[in-house]
């Protein structure tokens, strides 16, 4: 029963201290110079579909691509009217992970260029994917997966998703590497996905205490604001040393920002944001205008005409601002302070615009 009660008195302990902060690791917070996808495309055709395909009377490229793979295949299609709807012509495209070798697989997604209006069920045809340099990397094949359906009536439609899109898991196969190992690499670099220049300094730290543990010599500068360059010894090997670098934990710097979307209403204030003390009050003024036309009926036996009647009730009604002493040094206290104005989204981006044209928020404003 003693053990029972102590757990639970630390655990209680522990919710009481709230939330702790252990750190971000470097691998979440920076990439490595030179270690990045490759994008290949390639255009293809997609056959099996149900009706759903192009209509090569709108989609001529369609009707030539059909004709020209019906040529390879020694059939003679060119003096005939195709109207087939059960093909459609798409655009293929993958990322090509680095330093993939020959024979791996990966994901292409797969979207149409023509009239189709659905894809599912559909094949995908041998496709090469190429890269920048024109050369052939890989080849995709393979049935589509598509998420969304569309269904049609004489009346009415329903579409859930898009149709006219999908994915082949694993469904290109590598033809060829591209050039260069990771050995090939002539310095180790990282770079900070949110350049800032504390956060690389404490990279550089955190790194350096962690060397100096383990070779008893620093291996890290800060370059810049974005990259912090590694030293490369004889002490470990490479993908050790990225490895065990990149398990390393920082508490990266967060810039004074706040960014407010007005399509959204959505308001994000960052950890550092401060707003010097001032006084707001804000209320809305909301105008209704309502049309009740009535009838106006003659008399009976009457030469006159039944005419309409217009009539127009207009009401104002503006609601009470409530003042408020608006000021904190941290994100709690300036949450609190905008809530008990009682204020909804829009309203709070507008008394955000406000108090940065009023010089009391110091931080930067991003309206999206």
Sequence with gaps: MRHVLLALAALAGLLLAGPSFAGTRIKDIATLKGVRDNQLFGYGLVTGLQGTGDTLRNA???????????????INVRDSRLRTRNI?????TADLPPYTGTGSRIDVTVTSLGD????RGGTLLMTPLTGGDGLVYAAAQGPLAVSGFSVQGQAEQLTQGVPTAGRIPNGALIEREVPGTFRDLPELVFELKNPDFKTATLVADAINAWSMAR????????????????LRGRDATQTRLVAEIGDLTVQPDVPARVV????????????????????????NLTVRVTETPEVSQPAPFSNGQTTVVPRTEVAAREEQGKLAIIGGSDLQTLVRGLNSVGLKPTDIIAILQAVKTAGALQAELVVQ
Excluded: K, W
């Design 60 to 74: 001529q490229f369609t009707e030539q691509s059909l004709q020209s793979l019906l040529d390879r295949l020694g």
């Design 88 to 92: 459609a012509a798409v655009m293929v």
């Design 116 to 119: 189709a209006t659905s894809l």
């Design 215 to 230: 070779f008893h010599r620093r291996i890290a500068n800060p370059r810049d604001q974005r990259s912090v360059v590694v």
């Design 260 to 283: 407010v979307d007005q399509r959204t209403g959505t308001v994000v204030i960052g950890r550092n944001v401060q707003i010097s003390t001032v006084a707001v009050t804000h209320g």
